[in-house]
């Protein structure tokens, strides 16, 4: 759903958030459906069916985009099956998981613009009121149930908006799928506002202890069944294009924020760990 009101906050992902103007489109009650964005450098844009795609496609060159890519279009003919499968309908209808629940309320949100980066179906908007926090998703694949509430196709690397736009930003289960990392964080600073907050919830691995020994081997004959699944099912689950330990993440993460406050989530007993954090920039 794109209305005039989100034009404010977007910005040309090429230029690191410059102004975008809005050229010829075509609207349907209040919202924008057909179209492009320009930039003051001539960057264009177009607007498909109420969704903006931000994403230029120049900067995705070199054989590690071409890597992503090949992942992405696992996720996409997945979705794509699920459509076909009506599926869908039932994804509509349902809402938010208890895990994002338990994450929304760790995160203490309770006003403010969020954006939720690699949002997929954008159900982590279910745990808010809407009336008193904005969200905002972005993912570059665009699903069928992004209709109802402000969804830009764009690149966590490269996030197509204006600086100081946000006072938070989430990533959930998404991380491990972003190529650039450190290109992602050093956007997440550029578009919080002063004081802003950046929220994370990762599935994270532990190798110590048994505990830790007895995930981490369900976790690799999981991965190993859903690699022959996949021989044998090409649209099964992508897998993770990184794989963190706790520490290591909270390590990376430290070279661009402060850390706030971290819990560990156990959703069961032999699934990862997931590890919540919540952050400023540093
Ligand atoms: C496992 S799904 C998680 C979806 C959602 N956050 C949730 O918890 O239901 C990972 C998502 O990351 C998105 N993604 C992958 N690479 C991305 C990138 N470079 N920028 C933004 N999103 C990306 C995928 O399209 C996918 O929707
Ligand atoms: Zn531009």
């Not at 985009?65 to 869908?88: A, M, P, S, T």
């Amino acid at each position: 759903m794109f209305t005039q009101s989100i034009l404010d906050y977007l910005g040309c992902p090429t230029c690191g958030g410059a102004p975008l103007s809005l050229e010829a489109s075509r609207e349907q009650a209040g919202t924008i459906m057909e179209g492009s964005l320009r930039c003051t450098a001539t960057h264009r844009f177009p607007i498909h069916s109420g969704v903006p795609i931000l994403i230029d496609q120049s900067t995705m060159i070199g054989d590690e985009w071409k890597l992503w890519q090949e992942h992405l279009n696992g996720f996409q003919k997945r979705r794509e099956r699920r459509e076909r499968e009506k599926i869908q309908i039932t994804s509509k209808l349902g809402r938010a998981s208890i895990q994002q629940h338990h994450f929304s309320t760790f995160t203490g949100i309770q006003a403010g613009r969020l954006l939720d980066v690699g949002c997929g179906p954008g159900k982590f908007r279910y745990c808010f009121d809407q009336h008193r926090v904005e969200y905002v998703g972005l993912d570059p694949i665009v699903l069928p149930d992004t209709d109802d509430f402000p969804f830009i196709a764009g690149l966590a690397e490269y996030l197509p908006f204006k600086t100081a736009s946000f006072t938070d930003v989430t990533v959930l289960a998404a991380l491990d799928h972003f190529k650039d990392k450190p290109a992602f964080f050093s956007e997440v600073r550029r578009v919080l506002v002063p004081g802003g907050r950046f929220h994370l919830l990762q599935s994270i691995h532990e190798a110590n202890g048994l505990k830790g020994t007895l995930k981490y081997l369900a976790h690799e004959t999981k991965d190993y069944i859903e690699s022959r699944l996949g021989e044998a099912n090409p649209e099964g689950v992508p897998p993770h294009m990184t794989e963190f330990g706790g520490n290591d993440l909270a390590a990376l993460l430290r070279q661009f924020f402060t850390l706030d406050k971290e819990q560990r989530y156990e959703a069961r007993l032999l699934a990862p760990t997931r590890m919540f954090i919540s952050m400023r920039a540093a």
